[in-house]
Nanobody, 121 residues
């Protein structure tokens, strides 16, 4: 079993920055991929950014240039640096992760519990 724990959310003024963290722990053999999603009130969950085991990244087109995903392999942790935040970035941000849990390629996939980001003056 693998656990994903997000942190770093909070209240920030428009134009400010936040860095979210998602730490994975448990039965992890190696990293496969992780991603950040968000869900605003009354809206569907949407992909924000993702990163794979070879370091490739992808972003929602509307967020390119403001958000940056990165990872610390040694800590099995993924970060989301969010800059120039806008009120419309207000949402619950969820971490999604997929990991190899043994040497024969078995995988685990799941979600974290989410962290609230509120952008308001």
């Amino acid at each position: 079993q693998v656990q994903l724990v997000e942190s770093g959310g909070g209240l920030v003024q428009p134009g400010g920055s936040l860095r979210l963290s998602c730490a994975a722990s448990g039965r992890i053999f190696s990293f496969k991929a992780m991603a950040w999603h968000r869900q605003a009130p009354g809206k569907e969950r949407e992909l924000v950014a993702g990163i794979t085991n070879d370091g490739s990244t992808n972003y929602a087109d509307s967020l390119k240039g403001r958000f940056t995903i990165s990872r610390d392999n040694a800590k099995n942790t993924v970060y989301l640096q969010m800059d120039s935040l806008k009120p419309e970035d207000t949402a619950v941000y969820y971490c999604e992760g997929e990991f190899f849990i043994d040497e024969v390629g078995s995988t685990w996939w799941g979600w974290g519990q989410g962290t609230q980001v509120t952008v308001s003056s």
